[in-house]
């Protein structure tokens, strides 16, 4: 009797985040790699400069990040804006991008036209150049954008950087992104001025945005960080649309693409940072959330009738049977 041959292991079998912790670490480096893999930008020291070369990818993918009548315009806009996300949450200045463009070869031209005319705008708004790309024939539209900024020298804020009794913060509202009537996730502002006082001020301690959800992204900080979490329910801020569902704490903890920055400050600097931050940015709320525990193990939520439940990884993962985008 023959052996039943044994269905080969896929990506969906273990989701984006298994895969990461088993290629990253593989990943070859050069001397002058300040922080490799894993975090929103590399960071790379060229001797001798003052200041530090961040690097970032992202795609944007029809289908996954934004649909067939999407306005072609907020296409190329949202292509730019998540690698200067990624720049914000290191405290840097954007510089320069590259895009790859993948397109079926029957893509009326007119709708190329408007993605670019996105993207030099977006360039233009962010003073970035634009230094070229490539183009090939696939079966799906795709942009492909990595960006190219800098930060002071030792100055980019790490997502390893929380300590216990730091407070957790996150600026603006959370969830609904993708909500029907709402374009949050093609017309987000990349949090780029908050990104760099942050940084400046050395008021941060970990920092990085939100794309794939609260409950997904707070748990990749407190591993890079080593910590715990006790995080309270009723103080993350909700948006407008999150709010019209019947479970807006679910939708602010997994619709993901908010681009908000999670972020901790020490507990002895809270007051003054409150204090100046309101200062700096009166239009901007940046909510306290939670608390930075010293046991990795300890991840709790807490509601506001006291009643307390683990804090579990959620939100968006690529590849995951149970993924949604």
């Not at 007119?110 to 150049?129: D, H, K, N, Q």
């Not at 980019?156 to 959370?174: F, H, I, K, P």
């Amino acid at each position: 009797m023959t052996k039943a041959r044994r269905r080969p292991r896929t990506l969906r079998d273990i989701g984006e985040n298994r895969l990461l912790r088993e290629m990253l670490p593989r990943l070859p480096q050069r001397a002058g790699t300040v922080v490799g893999p894993g975090d929103d930008c590399a960071v790379v020291r060229i001797p001798g400069a003052k200041e530090d070369a961040l690097f970032t990818t992202d795609p944007v993918i029809e289908g996954r990040h934004f649909t067939a009548d999407t306005p072609p315009r907020l296409v190329g806009r949202k292509a730019i804006a998540r690698a200067i996300s990624d720049i914000a949450a290191m405290g840097g200045e954007p510089l320069w991008i590259l895009v790859n463009l993948v397109a079926p070869g029957d893509t009326p031209l007119a709708r190329v036209r408007g993605i670019f005319a996105g993207l030099i705008a977006t360039a233009e708004e962010f003073s970035l150049g634009i230094l070229g790309g490539d183009t090939a024939e696939g079966p799906t539209l795709e942009l492909h954008v990595t960006g190219i900024g800098r930060v002071g020298r030792g100055r980019a804020v790490l997502r390893s950087g929380a300590r216990a009794g730091d407070a957790l913060y996150v600026t603006g509202a959370l969830g609904g992104a993708y909500l029907d009537g709402n374009r949050h996730h093609l017309l987000f502002e990349p949090r780029l001025a908050a990104g760099q006082f942050l940084a400046a001020n050395r008021w941060a301690t970990a920092m990085m945005d939100l794309s794939d959800g609260l409950a997904a992204d707070l748990p990749r900080l407190l591993d890079a960080s080593g910590r715990g979490v006790r995080l309270e329910a009723a103080a993350i801020p909700l948006s407008s649309a999150a709010r019209r569902t019947a479970q807006p704490l679910q939708h602010a903890l997994g619709d993901g693409e908010d681009f908000e920055l999670l972020f901790t400050v020490s507990a002895r600097k809270r007051v003054r940072f409150e204090r100046a931050w309101t200062e700096a940015f009166p239009k901007l709320c940046a909510t306290r959330i939670g608390a930075i525990l010293a046991d990795a193990k300890q991840r709790e939520i807490l509601f506001a009738d006291g009643a307390r439940a683990p804090f579990a990884p959620g939100g968006y993962e690529h590849f995951a049977a149970t993924g949604a985008s």
